[in-house]
């Protein structure tokens, strides 16, 4: 007579089965999405790549920044650092030195002078800091052609205000005893504006309300360690909000191929960025103008000149290849700051000179002056800027 098997016990025979197979499931899946990453949509890389590599490295699937927030200026790259790769877009990786100025907590690209003579200085963003390596920088390329040591002060993720800042602690303050330059240019992207914004958030001055961000993603300390080791939990939470603007607000979605030409474009954080009907970039634009004047009438009276150099987007410069994606009205928007910026150098006697002619005049002969999937210039377009301002300097002595 066959014998009859309890229904529970054969369950709990197959459990450690059936356990061992989840396991090793969701371990063929880990390493998968790994193996994987350079593959997925750019959306999906971005959301996944401070993933830990293994469980028992520090090493990231993509490179940590070496800049993080700070409220004296907004951002700050880790100073003294030697050969640190570091990573714009999914495509883009360079190479960071990175040296301390007088004991100072901020990392500049270039040392400081050892005699304490300053012959020039670069002030700006990751326009200036450049996300190529140091040799390909129009700040380098600049200083070559000039015959002139250009210090670079460029800090990416910052706006007039921590410009302004960094040149009053770094090179003004009459108790470091330093040479003061004969050169500052300061380097203007259309979204200085939202960054002086950012900072006055961040040291508790700004006026006008933030933006309420649209969704919240868990921030209990079990899904922080989740989002750091496990690709499948920050795979499925970045699937969970794919309908969240917040969640593609740096990718492009728009891509153009024309000889050789090859740009993505038209991501949304640039429609917010340099939108100037919004009150929070009105008032950025107040603080950058306090901090572009004050500057100049410092390194002016220290028997200086002060130049502002305006920087196009990709999407300006290439016109007459994203205005059928983009349309007219979205490309004025891109333009606002800049010209408002070039209307207040004229008003008050301020030196501006503005790039967009010269790149777009290299950009119509083909020219692939900006990185495919990135908003910074590549070396060549680092090649251009270093080229046309050496030009403007030269004529106007």
Known sequence: MPTTTNPLRRALKRLPVAIFGILFAFLVLEIAIRLLYGALPNGLQ?????????????????????????????????????????????SVRFRVDSYAWWGGRVGFRTPPPENGAIAAAALGDSHTF??????????????????????????????????????????????LGLTQPKLVLWQFFGNDYNDDYGLALLDGTAQTPPRVPTATPDDSPLAAWLRQYSATFALLEALGRANDPQNTLFVDPYRVIAGQIDIAFGRPYLREAFNMAEARNLEGEQLSQAAIKGTQQLVEANGGRFVVILVPTKEETYRHLTAPYLGDEYLEQLAAPRLRLLAFCAAENITCFDLTAGLTARALQGQQLFFRDDIHLNAEGNRALAELVGDFLARNP
Not at 134 to 144: F, H, I, K, Y
Not at 147 to 165: D, E, Y
Request: glycine residues 4%; hydrophobic residues 45%.
């Open 46 to 90: 971005i959301a996944l790549r401070f993933v830990h590599l293994t469980p028992f490295t520090e090493v990231r699937l993509a490179p940590l920044p070496l800049w993080q927030e700070d409220a004296t200026y907004q951002m700050i790259v880790a100073p003294d650092v030697r050969n640190v790769e570091q990573v714009g877009s999914l």
């Open 130 to 175: 450049c996300f190529t390596d140091a040799d390909q920088c129009w700040v380098t390329l600049l200083s070559a052609r000039m015959g002139v040591s250009i210090a670079n002060l460029g800090q990416p993720v910052t706006g007039a205000r921590s410009h302004a800042r960094r040149y009053f602690d770094f090179v003004a303050k009459p108790e």
